[in-house]
């Protein structure tokens, strides 16, 4: 029974991914047809963050209240109505008005997921959940680029979308007597209760993480984000060359968290935070490298994502260890928000430093939450370690 549960949970992770780089790949497309400016996906997408925080600090209140199955289930049906919501709009203002269940729904299921797999499953399953998240984002793109390809149009991506999210939601709601089961064996009949977010960011280390993640987050959007305009402006790369190994950059994530499954339970979440972050610090001291040749710098952009692939997984994964079972909830979902406010401020930030300085400085840009991530991990360690 459990197998199957963690099968349907595999399968919500890639229905977390599926939607998050559509509206990017249809936006071309789509502001022309609304009539709007190319800026305008901007509104759209920090509506949608700004929700995503909002879920993302109440999932604990949620959970308790509903279950994590409850709220993954009703998290995937709002995401799925808002996909088909943006499928039947034809102006800007309903685009808006969707991207708000959009969000609520992001927000509470992928705290939700990510506490109930820390808790009740081991490590390599984090690393594996994750990378088949990779599997729905880049799945994403390629069925809204066959709608708008065959001449379905950008309304048909996004409802193909939602069909698939309306279906996982159906089989989410028939296993909610699976959750249950499992979370009531995991505890035992043992009653805790969370300190909430507030009592959770008093809690010795948590400040730390959440840094930690912010750092990370706006490392890894920053690196994709503005990988093929780097390589383009400053290193002189082919505009194809350079296009293609940005998509490596997220490939290197995704295939590097499928072989980190591989060894998670062994090396250990602390060890492969320390392992990501040597990894990045190498791609990065490639891409600083200053070499005639564009390879050596095009190689460091995939060594940076593979250093990525193991510090999400395994943060979220250490969070009840470090903190405790009863607190995690708020705790993830505090790192939640804490990851969209990197993801979504500091790549606009690195914009304006490349449009105002210099692009060159991207990934010096990037080192400095390297560096960042660094301190935060080892200084945790050591509050961590100083308390058990």
């Keep these: 029974m459990f197998s199957f549960l963690i099968v349907i949970i595999y399968i919500a992770f890639i229905s977390l991914g599926l939607p998050d780089s559509i509206t990017g790949s249809a936006w071309p497309v789509m502001h022309g047809e609304l009539d709007v400016p190319l800026s305008y996906v901007g509104i759209v997408t920090m509506i949608i ?31 799925a109505a808002a996909l088909f919501g943006f499928s039947v709009s034809h102006s800007f203002l309903p685009l808006c008005f969707w991207a708000i269940p959009y969000g609520l729904g992001a927000g509470a299921v992928d705290a939700a997921l990510n506490n109930y797999v820390a808790l009740h499953y081991a490590s390599r399953h984090m690393s594996w959940l994750h990378c088949f998240w990779g599997v729905g984002a880049a799945a994403g793109p390629y069925i809204m680029s066959y709608a708008l390809t065959s001449g379905a149009g950008w309304n048909n991506g996004y409802r193909i979308i939602s069909v698939i999210q309306f279906v996982l939601t159906a089989v989410l709601f028939a296993s909610l007597p699976m959750w249950k089961k499992r979370t009531d064996e995991a505890e035992n009949g043992e009653e805790t209760k969370s300190k909430g ?7 010795k280390g948590v400040p730390l993480v959440l840094v930690m993640f912010f750092g990370y987050c706006a490392l890894e959007a920053t690196a994709g984000i503005w990988a093929s305009s780097y390589l383009v402006e ?5 505009a194809e060359t350079a296009a293609r190994f940005a998509s490596l950059f997220y490939i290197g994530i995704t295939v590097g968290r499928f072989v980190c499954g591989f060894v998670a339970d ?6 492969l935070i320390r392992l ?5 610090t190498v791609g990065l001291v490639m891409i600083m490298l200053p070499v005639e040749s564009n390879a050596v710098a095009l190689v460091g952009l995939v060594v940076v994502g593979i250093g990525c692939a193991p510090i999400y997984p395994s943060v979220i994964h250490a969070t009840p260890a470090n903190f405790g079972k009863e607190n995690s909830q708020a705790i993830i979902g505090i790192q939640m928000a804490s990851a ?3 993801t979504t401020f500091m790549p606009p930030l690195f914009g304006v430093i490349a449009e105002n300085i210099n692009i060159g400085l991207y990934p010096f840009y990037m080192a400095v939450f390297a560096v960042l991530m660094v301190i935060c991990s080892e200084w945790l360690n050591k509050k961590v370690s100083e308390r058990n």
């Design 266 to 271: 062994k090396i250990g979440d602390r060890n």
């Design 49 to 79: 963050a700004g929700c995503t925080i909002i879920s993302g600090l109440t999932s604990d209140w949620l959970t308790r209240k509903l279950g994590a199955g409850l709220v993954t289930a009703i998290s995937v049906a709002m995401t």
């Design 340 to 342: 969209y406010v990197g």
């Design 276 to 280: 990501g972050l040597t990894v990045i």
């Design 197 to 203: 977010i507030i009592g959770s960011l008093k809690i």
């Design 234 to 238: 400053y290193k002189g790369t082919d």
